[in-house]
């Protein structure tokens, strides 16, 4: 399939300049600077597309201190098609102007985080790096790693795994495993197979699934993204739904009309488990708990509300849990994660990640909830010991088990 990602002329033209976005934007809240700003990176690539300016080192900063967290593009009047936009100028910009880092980063989002074996190499380093305690004596500036400090890590994978169907099923669901998320977050794949098996649905993680290829579309590594999206439409098809229990997974996995021939379907048949799971209490084929567990802050990840306009569900799913919701941050502003980013812009993503720990320390409660990886990584890192950091899911099924 021929890949048109833009971005277009008809994109280009699409954003009518008038800085609505600008607000939302978390790098121009820090810096007041227009390069650092949706409308900026726009007017940046129509000047590329144009042949007016060489795609220099300032045009591949301005297009790399972005997080790709998509709050301009649900800010946008004129639905300017930002992320996708931002993944075809990242592509073009390593096809015309291949840097050494550009390489080793689209080495491992494109390559690497699909060895199972590799991926499960490093998970026991980690593992045995935490189990030393030597973490702790990591730089501050590696958030990464004290995020992980505080969240168990162990290889681990639901591949192949295949739960028993029930007497008449619901319907069936293909577990969308992903890569870090299959290894570090198993709880919360058994959290959803639960629930969901709850349900009456029968849940498969097929053996021939792929890493949904978003952290590669987001770094501009095109043909690996393009690769892992024909692999799982292969992989994925015959099932009713596809669930993703990882929002940036999800939210790819619905942009999969512009990657893969047959890609549409995928699309179509995708869920994100937060919303899947609170239309399936709102039918009342999932149960309320009846009971006061206290207070629950909620973080949205932005690939679930900036990029998939979920906002509801995973409130809704935290009183269905007997926890009461409290709001921390009414912009839903990006934490810093963004995938690799809280790595190569330590600094950006410290700034980001400060401001959500300020935030969740107003608001009272010593619990958070949020329904992405990399999002729960970044509060761990950033929270202090007393807190906890789950997926809305885990919180579900906890409740249900109590
Ligand atoms: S991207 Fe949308 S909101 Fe931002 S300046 Fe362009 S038209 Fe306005
Ligand atoms: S994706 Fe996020 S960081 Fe990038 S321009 Fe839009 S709002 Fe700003």
């Not at 934007?25 to 227009?34: A, K």
Request: proline share 5%; hydrophobic share 40%.
């Amino acid at each position: 399939m021929q890949l048109s990602l833009g971005p277009t002329q008809a994109q280009l033209d699409s954003c009518v300049t008038c800085g609505l976005c600008l607000p939302h934007c978390p790098t121009f809240r820090l810096t007041g600077d227009e390069t650092a700003s949706p409308r900026g990176r726009l007017t940046a690539m129509g000047a590329i597309a144009e042949g007016a300016v060489a795609a220099d080192e300032v045009y591949a900063r301005m297009l790399s201190f972005c997080l790709q967290c998509r709050a301009c593009e649900a800010a946008c009047p004129s639905l300017v098609p930002f992320g996708q936009m931002m993944e075809g100028a990242r592509a073009r910009l390593a096809r015309e102007r291949p840097t050494t880092t550009g390489r080793i980063r689209r080495l491992l989002v494109g390559k690497l985080l699909n060895l199972k074996w590799l991926l499960a190499l490093v998970t026991s380093g980690v593992g045995l790096v935490q189990r030393l305690g030597i973490m702790r004596l990591l730089p501050r500036r590696m958030r990464l790693a004290r995020g992980l400090r505080r969240q168990r890590v162990f290889p681990h994978s639901a591949v192949g795994v295949h739960d028993v169907a029930p007497a008449v099923p619901a319907g069936s669901v293909a577990l969308l495993a992903g890569c870090v998320m299959d290894q570090w977050f198993p709880a919360v794949h058994d959290a959803t197979r639960g629930v969901l098996s709850m349900a009456g649905y029968k849940v498969d993680s097929p053996e021939t699934q792929r890493c949904c290829g978003a952290l590669a579309a987001h770094e501009g590594a095109e043909r690996d993204a393009a690769r892992m999206a024909e692999r799982n439409v292969t992989a994925l098809q015959g099932y009713d739904y596809i669930v993703s229990d990882a929002a940036g997974c999800s939210a790819h996995l619905k942009d999969y009309g512009h990657w893969a021939e047959g890609g549409g379907s995928v699309a179509a048949r995708t869920r994100d488990i937060t919303e899947f799971v609170a239309e399936l209490i709102d039918t009342g084929r999932l149960p309320e708990v009846d009971g006061d567990g206290g207070e629950v802050a909620i973080h949205d990840p932005c690939h679930l509300r900036h990029a998939q306009r979920i906002v509801d569900a995973p409130r809704k799913i935290v009183r269905a849990a007997g926890h009461t919701p409290v709001e921390i941050d009414p912009d839903g502003l990006c934490c810093g994660a963004a995938g690799l980013y809280m790595v190569y812009e330590p600094d950006t993503a410290e700034a980001l990640g400060e401001r959500k720990r300020e935030q969740v320390e107003m608001a009272g409660p010593t619990t958070v909830v949020s329904a992405n990886p990399g999002c729960e990584i970044q509060l761990r890192a950033h929270l202090g010991k007393g807190y906890r950091v789950l997926h809305p899911i885990e919180l579900y099924w906890e409740a249900l088990n109590r």
